[in-house]
T-cell receptor
Framework: GNSVTQMEGPVTLSEEAFLTINCTYT??????LFWYVQYPGEGLQLLLK?????DKGSNKGFEATYRKETTSFHLEKGSVQVSDSAVYFC????????????FGTGTRLTIIP | DSGVTQTPKHLITATGQRVTLRCSPR?????VYWYQQSLDQGLQFLIQ???????AKGNILERFSAQQFPDLHSELNLSSLELGDSALYFC?????????????FGEGSRLTVL
């Protein structure tokens, strides 16, 4: 079945540092890939997505590229801010199936001023 | 604000009891999903409804059941509660039956079983 393996947390960085959160996946077919973010006390919200190989999703300075050859979708940001502190979830959906998402375990990110 | 409303936000109950969690999807969304978020198992898909019909089932226990009503709101019923059922239960909605993967999540209902 489908699975997502995500970098273990928590991750603590200083403001303006470079961020990478690793995500690899196992899936049959051609899944779509997502990063969701959960701010304290809130539900998850979509951060970015990519629906086919070599696509790059981007939003709010975050980027991730769909790498089929390495089955990866690593999240990156060049300069993090305190407001980026949250839990980040990598997820995939079966492109030709239902919309249910398979999530990674989440990575808690804390940015220190 | 995602537009998805969940009630109650917090619920404390005892083992063996039964509770109902309610979800109102975004206006116009036909699909409703339920997820359970716990510390030891992460975010687990429970069940999906589309326009009143069950569409997909995940790791939902037999003690749990759900339904989607004609006005598209959904309820998740949890019975014979155990300590391990303590978790954050999320509802999410989308406009389609499948394909895009973009879900809109509510803020969750935190269930504590004592």
């Amino acid at each position: 079945g489908n699975s997502v393996t995500q970098m273990e947390g928590p991750v603590t960085l200083s403001e303006e540092a470079f961020l990478t959160i690793n995500c690899t996946y196992t899936a049959t077919g051609y899944p779509s890939l997502f990063w969701y973010v959960q701010y304290p006390g809130e539900g998850l919200q979509l951060l970015l997505k990519a629906t086919k190989a070599d696509d790059k999703g981007s939003n709010k300075g975050f980027e991730a590229t769909y790498r089929k050859e390495t089955t990866s979708f690593h999240l990156e940001k060049g300069s993090v801010q305190v407001s980026d502190s949250a839990v980040y979830f990598c997820a995939l959906s079966d492109r030709f199936g239902n919309e249910k998402l398979t999530f990674g375990t989440g990575t808690r990110l804390t940015i220190i001023p | 604000d995602s537009g998805v409303t969940q009630t109650p936000k917090h619920l404390i109950t005892a083992t063996g009891q039964r509770v109902t969690l309610r979800c109102s999807p975004r206006s116009g969304d036909l699909s409703v999903y339920w997820y359970q978020q716990s510390l030891d198992q992460g975010l687990q898909f429970l069940i999906q409804y589309y326009n009143g019909e069950e569409r997909a089932k995940g790791n939902i226990l037999e003690r749990f059941s759900a339904q989607q009503f004609p006005d598209l709101h959904s309820e998740l019923n949890l019975s014979s509660l155990e300590l391990g059922d303590s978790a954050l239960y999320f509802c999410a909605s989308s406009s389609r039956a499948g394909g895009t993967g973009e879900l809109f999540f509510g803020e969750g209902s935190r269930l504590t079983v004592l």
